[in-house]
């Protein structure tokens, strides 16, 4: 009867001491839970700290931006739209239209027939005709260069041309306008002279003029044009 109270009494504490070491052992682990999930969520927070903190920084840093007197903002500029140069168009000895005309006007003086350069030079290139001989021609014939003569003046001839109608009734022909007087002498040189292969200086004298010096003089001037 003993024997059997002891091992009763010994199976009881056995079992207290497998209950309470089953108990601590759940503690552990609880605590380990307890304290696993502490750190998540203090590490959790840390973050949601730190990115608050960087919005914060990020906020003054703009705020300090802005508020900067010494930092500026700068706008970008755009570039102007590229500038097409149009092509250089040489018509005559190397010389544009315009720098052609500019060449003529130069030599007309400063008299009646001033700044008509560009009729020259286009109604010359458009019928077949050296400008250089046409500008000497008018001024020898017509003085300009100095002085133009009554012939110019009175009657619009720039070239001592003859016909009809008469200026003052005589054989020098009358021109309505002074342009019309150089177109008159452009297209007389066209018709009568470069289309039948007189186109030099030699071979327009003697059918131009009756004077044998008449080629000399008209050269002076050429040379004077090309050099000016």
């Not at 919005?55 to 755009?78: C, Q, R």
């Not at 019928?127 to 008018?138: H, K, L, T």
Request: proline share 3%; aromatic share 8%; charged share 20%.
């Amino acid at each position: 009867m003993n024997k059997l109270r002891i091992v009763t009494v010994l199976v009881f504490v056995v079992g207290i001491l497998f209950l309470s070491a089953g108990i601590v052992l759940n503690s552990e682990e609880s605590i380990k839970k307890i304290k696993s999930t502490t750190t998540a969520r203090e590490l959790e927070a840390n973050e949601a700290a730190a990115s608050v903190s960087l919005v914060f920084k990020d906020d003054a840093i703009k705020d300090n931006y802005k508020n900067n007197s010494i930092l500026t903002e700068v706008k970008m500029k755009t570039s102007n739209a590229s500038v097409i140069i149009p092509p250089r168009v040489e018509v005559y000895e190397g010389l544009t239209m315009e720098e052609l005309a500019e060449k003529i006007n130069r030599n007309l003086g400063n008299d009646y027939i001033a700044g008509k350069g560009y009729l020259i030079a286009t109604e010359c290139l458009s019928r077949g005709v050296d400008p250089y001989i046409a500008v000497a021609i008018m001024l020898h014939e017509t003085g300009c260069k100095s002085h133009c003569s009554a012939l110019t003046r009175t009657c619009n001839n720039v070239g001592g041309q003859k016909g009809a109608p008469g200026c003052n009734g005589g054989s020098y022909k009358a021109f309505a306008t002074l342009d019309e007087g150089i177109v008159g002498f452009i297209s007389n040189l066209e018709k009568n002279y470069f289309k039948v292969g007189l186109t030099t200086i030699d071979t327009i004298g003697p059918r131009y003029a009756e004077s044998t010096t008449w080629p000399q003089k008209i050269h002076w001037y050429v040379d004077q044009i090309r050099a000016s």
